[in-house]
């Protein structure tokens, strides 16, 4: 088994290929609790978002008898959004929201060890640099704006003055560019979500690996149990009082189990949420006037992004496709044509260094991609009444685990949001047909 520590010091690329070597000599139920019959609340999704509702749940009830269970369909996370993210986190988005949210994930991060204990993110705090051309410079500075007022600390930066701090940059077509100065950058989120897990099983959460394959209902027409297969041919229900759907890219579907979306009234407004299939190249150049160690996260107009990866001269690099480029999702594979046709000539334009690169290894992840609006739903189900949501958040999710699980617990345990009010970001929004969308943001 890889060791934490060793995977820590690792570049991300190297963590992502260990963990692939680990994963395939890992039995599927070596870590997994027992199925109970019953619990206060299951949590479907042990990713990210899950597990922080793990944890926020138990740490707040540790002098009481709430019995928490996540069930996790992947036991091994081989294809979990939440570990084959870049582990970006910023607050260069439009929403106030995203950007509060992601506040509070970059204090969370940086503050690590006062959450989860003796755990290491391995965080870079580079920030990111966003490029616009004279189209999206307006928007960028008013996007700058009420991301200062907010508490991000930005600053805009012409042409010049960028060539000037990012000499290896050409700003050809640039007309602006915004450089996050503190509280952004990246981390290793293996070792978040792993923080997240052992501090919730060290307050008393169980972690058992299974598949919801569908839902059991009492007289009422209230969400009573759920069925679980254990992936040995095995079925169970159990019974809970409350239910959160953090089932990431696969929520979607598990909605529709509970008849959300295939209903009458409330029930026939679906959760749009499904997996979009994204890829991670990790590059090297020998090119000269390479980007150097505090490089920023670098975010192209037409969404090609790059970062350092490491102390080896490594970079990961992509590139979301547009709506008639999208990749089918049966499977993992890395269509390397991609690269050649839609990431490199964009690096090779903006960075000169890179008009020679080598692909060093490379991956496939899933976004949990909401196909309303791009943007996280959050609460409770207006229907059923013991049913929470975290799920959709379109790739910047990884960033937003701490404050979302901290959300639904406040709604479980309080009835309220009692720090952050995300409100707006509620399943009402679908039925109203009002999306929150987010302006010249990749």
Known sequence: MLRLGRVLRLPLGAVHQQLQRCQATVAPTAYGDALPDRCDVLIIGGGGMGASSAYWLKSKTQKQKLSVLVVERDSCYTSASTVLSVGGVRQQFSLAENIQMSLFGYDFISNCRNYLGDVDLNLQSHGYLILASDKGAEILTRNSKLQNELGASNELLSPEAMHSRFPWLSTEDIALGCYGTDKEGWFDPWALLMGFKKQARAYGAQFANGEV?????????????????????????????????????HSGHVARLAKIGTGQDLLSVSLPVEPRKRYVYVINTQGRNCPGLATPLTIDPNGTYFRRDGLGGNFLCGRSPSDDEEPECDNLDVDHGYFESNVWPTLAARVPAFESVKVQSSWAGYYDHNCFDANGVIGRHPHYKNLYIAAGFSGHGIQQTPAVGRAISELILEGKYKTLDLSRMGFERLVAQQRMLEVNIV
């Not at 009422?220 to 169970?236: K, Y």
């Open 213 to 249: 394959t569908g839902f059991e209902w009492n007289p009422a027409g209230e969400l009573s149990g759920a069925v679980v297969s254990s992936g040995d041919g095995n079925q169970r229900t159990v019974r809970f009082d409350t239910c959160v759907l953090a089932a990431g890219a």
